[in-house]
């Protein structure tokens, strides 16, 4: 991702300059993107209904394929909206509550 900013001068006596980070614009856009998918919000509620659970149990209950759950448990890792935790030889999944109460403040101050 290239980095530039965006400059725009407001109109009035004060003649401020507001400048727009795009690369931020992009990463937070790729967040949104994470979890405005049905598998992803169906993924996150399942790992919330259980606590923790590992990619196997996710795959088996929601009946799609292990890369599948994978690859979106990726997707959803790297926005983290999920936390690992190893214990053995399994890797169990949580929902990062925090991560999920900084994207509805964001939403809903993007709305207001």
Not at 4 to 30: G, H, M, P, R, W
Not at 95 to 101: A, G, Q, S
């Amino acid at each position: 991702m290239s980095n530039y900013q965006i400059a725009f001068t407001q109109k009035n006596e004060s003649e401020e300059q507001l400048t727009v980070d795009t690369l931020a614009v992009k990463k937070a856009a790729l967040i949104l993107r994470a979890f405005n998918h049905k598998l992803r919000q169906q993924i996150l509620k399942l790992i919330d209904s259980q606590e923790k659970i590992t990619v196997t149990e996710i795959y088996v209950k929601l009946r799609i394929e292990q890369s599948v759950a994978s690859q979106h448990l990726a997707i959803l890792r790297k926005a983290d909206f999920v936390k690992t935790e190893r214990n053995g030889k399994f890797i169990y999944y949580t929902v990062n509550t925090e991560r999920m109460k900084q994207l509805n403040k964001f939403v809903n101050e993007l709305l207001a």
